[in-house]
């Protein structure tokens, strides 16, 4: 069965995959195609706990190989935070994208700048009898104080690739699918699909 799950339920997320793993040759669907509504907590204290966690819930519960993604953005004057907990990096409930850069700004203004920082991405696959294999996938760049682009999700839009001079939010889908730690994690997951689907 060449299916592969992509197991988020994270609509930003599902689009990138979807264009990232285009040319695989595998049949890729979503939680909501086949009806699978499923929640899980990330509780784990490493990206690789979260991410196998993720893949081995959606591949046990539909019967089909899941690729699912912890990431999280790295900031090293703030000693690595937000890190693993970049989604719920807010001091409010209920937090949307835009509070969590205002906070992140918000706890980086007295800091000297550059900001340098980067993406991290851990990129799990599962296969329904429980057996999982990881990669990870990086992208450095900087925090910047303003926001710029409209593209993109989450921090991408105060995370300045230096090379490019752009956001990650002010690339287009093609720069950002070869330049992303998701893309590079992908390229590094390439050996473990053809494995599991062949060429």
Wanted: glycine residues 10%; charged residues 25%.
């Amino acid at each position: 069965m060449n299916k592969l799950l992509i197991a988020t339920n994270n609509k930003g997320k599902i689009v990138e995959f979807q264009d990232l793993l285009q040319d695989a040759g595998i049949e890729l669907v979503t939680p909501a195609q086949i009806q699978l509504e499923l929640d899980v907590i990330e509780d784990g204290s490493t990206y690789i706990e979260n991410a196998s966690k993720k893949a081995v819930a959606f591949a046990q519960a539909s019967g089909l190989v899941s690729l699912a993604d912890d990431s999280g953005l790295e900031v090293a004057v703030l000693g690595g935070a937000p890190g693993l907990y970049s989604a719920r990096y807010s001091p409010k409930p209920g937090a949307r994208d835009a509070d969590r850069r205002a906070f992140l700004l918000q706890n980086l203004k007295d800091k000297p700048r550059p900001w340098t920082a980067h993406f991290h991405a851990t990129i799990a696959i599962a296969t329904p009898a429980g057996q999982v294999e990881v990669v990870d996938g990086n992208c450095y760049g900087e925090i910047i104080p303003e926001e710029r682009g409209t593209g993109g999700f989450g921090y991408d839009s105060i995370f300045l690739l230096p090379e490019m001079g752009k956001t990650m939010a002010e690339l287009s889908m093609d720069e950002k699918n070869r330049l992303s730690h998701r893309a590079r994690g992908v390229i590094n997951a390439a050996p473990i699909l053809k494995k599991l689907f062949g060429e």
